[in-house]
């Protein structure tokens, strides 16, 4: 995501989500108090086979990276990771959730409540957006509602003995019109399935205590990962675990207001414009090109930094490297991108006189917005449900 500062200086930041994510601050958990009984939502699509929530199987615990489908027909699969901690040492508890996407940026937090030996997510959201991009006010938008509701239990399947531990349940989208005249309203329900990924334990019976292995290294990103004319600061975090980790970015990290919180990465884009008009005797006028390249840009990247405590165990540093490499990765497409505009605003200005130039060097700037929020919100803008408008506006 990128804040416009002049017409030939772009401020660009991603979430985690990104704000890459670029991080949306976590929601606030689910209240303690655990509901007296599960309910287990109808599911639109399920079939007369579907098999029928089970308990865990005994001293099964949730924990680690979980992917869940949110899946509708004739509509793209939203794939989400949920990563469980448990809140107890041992035996079944409450866990902890940090949902992310598939590239690290934070999506949101909330709690799996253990209940007769299954666990229920509850967790509801409401966001007012413009209904389209010449929607300026906000009677003009619309109000949408995302209420999500998971239950991870266990599932014998037709004809199988073995019951095995999965999530299922759905997402409901309601969008209500703000202005009837305006936009359009309704209901839109997807198919929620989840199921441990090949980093999660999937096996619940205990494994025999493995020999001793060095902890993995922490990974640091250098600025000659982005290429030449990049600066890189960092922010400290701390966290023992991923989740402690990500609501560390969710505090420290760099507010985004598009995000409504923190973002995990940041990328600045400072044009640095070396060409000036000049007008002759006669007055006629001509566009005198200082440097080669007449424009040329900076960038200054901001990503978290975090140093392992002690007690990080191997799997959180293991998951800290991806996070933050992919975070990196997001940040240098975005400077890619910039680095493609500026070949584009040198080419324009060549050709360009002195009654048009400003006009064709705002044009090239106003597609690279475009270009930059279609890209957040392919990482991570549409699971976040985040807006192109209101990418475009900031």
């Known amino acids: 995501m990128r804040t416009p500062v002049t017409p030939v200086a772009l401020l660009l930041a991603i979430v985690l989500v990104g704000c890459a994510p670029a991080v949306v601050t976590p929601a606030p958990s689910v209240p303690a108090t655990p509901s007296p009984t599960v309910v287990v939502r109808a599911d639109p699509t399920a079939g007369p086979t579907d ?9 099964f615990r949730p924990e680690g990276p979980w992917e869940v489908d949110f899946a509708r027909t ?40 253990y209940l007769d030996g299954v666990y229920v997510f509850e967790d509801e959201r409401r966001t007012t957006e413009a209904c389209s991009l010449s929607a ?12 999500t509701s998971l239950v991870l239990a266990g599932y014998r399947p037709p004809g199988s003995a073995v019951v095995t531990p999965r999530i299922q349940g759905q997402r409901s989208i309601v969008t209500r019109p703000l202005d009837a005249r305006a936009c359009e309203g309704g209901t ?31 990974v640091v990103i250098k600025p000659s990962f982005f290429g030449s004319g990049v600066s890189l600061t960092t922010y400290r975090v701390r966290g023992s675990t991923p989740y402690d980790i990500s609501r560390s970015i969710g505090t ?35 566009i005198v090109r200082e440097a080669k390249p007449a424009i040329r840009i900076a960038y200054t990247i901001v990503l978290p930094r975090w140093k392992a405590p002690s ?13 933050v490499r992919d975070l990196a990765r997001h940040e240098k497409v975005h400077v890619d991108i910039y680095r493609a505009a500026a070949k584009r605003l040198n080419s324009v200005l060549a050709s360009s006189t002195c009654d048009n130039v400003r006009t064709r060097l705002n044009r090239v700037w106003k597609a690279v917005r475009r270009d930059q929020c279609e890209f957040d919100m392919r990482e991570y803008g549409d699971a976040a449900g985040l807006s192109l408008s209101a990418c475009l506006a900031g």
């Not at 990563?83 to 999506?107: E, K, R």
């Open 74 to 113: 004739g509509e793209t699969t939203v794939r989400e990771v949920f990563v469980l901690s448990p809140t107890c040492p041992s035996g079944a508890c409450d866990v902890d959730v940090v949902i992310q996407d598939f590239h690290g940026n934070l999506l949101g937090s909330g709690v799996f409540r």
């Open 51 to 59: 098999p029928t929530p089970l308990p865990v199987p005994e001293g």
């Open 188 to 218: 839109a329900v997807f198919v929620a399935r989840g199921q441990p990924t090949k980093f999660a334990r999937e096996d619940p019976t205990p494994s025999p205590t493995p020999k001793p292995t060095k902890s993995p290294t922490v």
């Open 252 to 286: 420290e990290g760099p507010y985004m207001s598009w995000l409504g919180g923190s973002a995990a990465a940041v990328t600045q884009a400072r044009a640095d414009s070396r060409w000036h008009m000049e007008l002759a005797g006669d007055g006629s006028c001509r």
């Open 136 to 147: 300026e006010l906000v009677s003009d938008g619309v109000e949408r509602t995302s209420a």
């Open 311 to 323: 007690d990080a165990s191997a799997s959180t540093i293991a998951w800290w490297n991806t996070h």
